[in-house]
């Protein structure tokens, strides 16, 4: 599916995340992460991706594979974009940086399904890395949802009650990354779907995610 989210606004603004453009999307009923960039460099990319789509009508897997590096200082940190399935995000960037995590893994997703991503995470854990995720309630109903898995290998897993999604697909990491952008954790998101995410380097924007994360679990139950 095309599963983007985002706009681009006079070659300079770009306004991207999991927040589907809907009342109970941009209305605060759904948990969701919005990221707005101002770079002229970041505007580029997402135009370039846009006008792949609708000018040159390449959707999905039509869409040539690329190891394209689109990396930016902005303030006191760093933002990388990459766009699915062409750089396959889980694959190149999101597993090796759960390899590397070496304090904690916060997750807020919507679906969690990519069996990858559940070992590496099993693994973090055993290494001594603390793990929590907050899931939404249809996604832990889903017939390929892992987190039961991640529950087995003593892993805290919370599934949201209340009647707003947890739409979210976003990480924090180490207190330094946080990871985000319109990409659910499964193996359609990684090389099928048209999608973006962004990873930010940025441990101020990290300390705002963290808080966030942390409200949320307030308003979940170990369901």
């Given at each position: 599916?095309?599963?983007?989210?985002?706009?681009?606004?006079?070659?300079?603004?770009?306004?991207?995340?999991?927040?589907?453009?809907?009342?109970?999307?941009?209305?605060?009923?759904?948990?969701?992460?919005?990221?707005?960039?101002?770079?002229?460099?970041?505007?580029?990319?997402?135009?370039?991706?846009?006008?792949?789509?609708?000018?040159?009508?390449?959707?999905?897997?039509?869409?040539?594979?690329?190891?394209?590096?689109?990396?930016?200082?902005?303030?006191?940190?760093?933002?990388?974009?990459?766009?699915?399935p062409?750089?396959?995000?889980?694959?190149?960037?999101?597993?090796?940086?759960?390899?590397?995590?070496?304090?904690?893994?916060?997750?807020?997703?919507?679906?969690?399904?990519?069996?990858h991503?559940?070992s590496?995470?099993?693994?973090?854990?055993?290494?001594?890395?603390?793990?929590?995720?907050?899931?939404?309630?249809?996604?832990?109903?889903?017939?390929?949802?892992?987190?039961?898995?991640?529950?087995?290998?003593?892993?805290?897993?919370?599934?949201?009650?209340?009647?707003?999604?947890?739409?979210?697909?976003?990480?924090?990491?180490?207190?330094?990354?946080?990871?985000?952008?319109?990409?659910?954790?499964?193996?359609?998101?990684?090389?099928?779907?048209?999608?973006?995410?962004?990873?930010?380097r940025?441990?101020?924007?990290?300390?705002?995610?963290?808080?966030?994360?942390?409200?949320?679990?307030?308003?979940?139950?170990?369901?």
């Amino acid at each position: 599916i095309m599963h983007n989210k985002f706009f681009v606004v006079d070659g300079r603004f770009v306004w991207t995340g999991s927040t589907n453009v809907s009342d109970s999307g941009t209305g605060g009923y759904n948990a969701n992460l919005v990221t707005v960039v101002e770079s002229d460099s970041v505007a580029a990319w997402y135009t370039e991706e846009f006008n792949q789509m609708y000018d040159r009508g390449l959707y999905h897997t039509r869409k040539p594979a690329t190891k394209a590096d689109r990396r930016v200082k902005l303030g006191n940190g760093e933002l990388e974009v990459l766009f699915s399935p062409q750089e396959a995000p889980i694959s190149s960037r999101i597993r090796p940086l759960i390899a590397r995590a070496k304090d904690h893994i916060d997750i807020a997703v919507f679906f969690l399904t990519h069996k990858h991503i559940v070992s590496d995470l099993i693994d973090a854990y055993n290494r001594g890395v603390r793990v929590r995720v907050i899931m939404d309630a249809t996604g832990a109903k889903n017939g390929y949802t892992k987190h039961e898995l991640l529950r087995a290998a003593g892993i805290a897993v919370k599934v949201e009650p209340w009647g707003g999604k947890m739409h979210m697909k976003s990480a924090v990491i180490d207190s330094e990354i946080v990871i985000t952008g319109s990409m659910n954790w499964t193996s359609s998101g990684d090389n099928k779907n048209d999608e973006n995410t962004i990873i930010v380097r940025s441990p101020a924007l990290a300390k705002q995610y963290e808080a966030f994360f942390e409200n949320c679990l307030l308003y979940t139950s170990p369901s």
